[in-house]
């Protein structure tokens, strides 16, 4: 950083670069984003060229896969329902990753398993359907994390819930042939 007149600074190094749609092209870590015809990023590139990450979309325009070329085993296959919402996650080896569960808006999700080691989170939303805090057992214990003011900022605090408070533990969900979502109750 330098200051070339009072009042002005100017930055040193690589600038970014867009292209004609906005589209951020290169960074200033000298990565190089790729877009197909309607904008969706395709393809990330470091510099030599070596492709970091490759985006695939089914013929309704969903992101269906993210495939990860730097550590293979965070590729990532999406599966939806038909209101667009994603219901399960695999990996690139077609090991079920994480499964959730959705209310009746398109971003309220409810729940989601996440596999190893078998956590279950529960979503917590205002009156607006917005996530507020996360509630998570992971085979052990219950845990919390909420979203609080403060310092004019919103950080995470996260706590353990006591034994005595703890709700029952549900194991994962299965959706029906009808298309009901059913789980059962475990006891503590």
């Given amino acids: 950083m330098s200051q070339s007149s009072p009042g002005h600074v100017s930055f040193l190094g690589p600038r970014t670069q867009n292209d004609a749609a906005g589209n951020l092209t290169t960074d200033r870590q000298g990565y190089t984003y790729e877009y197909d015809y309607e904008n969706r990023i395709t393809k990330i590139l470091k510099a030599g060229p070596v ?13 269906v896969e993210k495939k990860d070329s730097v550590t293979s085993t965070n ?11 994603v219901l399960d996650e695999y990996d690139g080896s077609g090991t079920l990753k994480r499964r959730y569960m959705c209310g009746n808006y398109i971003d309220e999700v409810l729940f ?4 190893p080691p078998g956590t279950h989170r529960y979503y917590v939303h205002d009156h607006l359907y917005s996530p507020v805090a996360l509630l998570w057992y992971d085979s052990v214990s219950w845990s919390a994390t909420s979203m609080t003011p403060t310092a004019n900022r ?11 408070r703890r709700p029952p533990v549900t194991t994962t969900p299965t959706c029906s042939p009808a298309g009901r979502w059913t789980s059962s109750t475990a006891a503590r």
């Fill in 51 to 63: 492709t970091v990450a490759e985006y695939s979309y089914d013929a309704l325009g969903r992101r």
């Fill in 75 to 85: 590729t990532r296959r999406y599966y939806y329902d038909k209101d667009w919402r």
């Fill in 112 to 115: 989601s398993w996440v596999a």
């Fill in 154 to 164: 919103t950080s995470w605090m996260v706590r353990t819930i006591p034994a005595a």
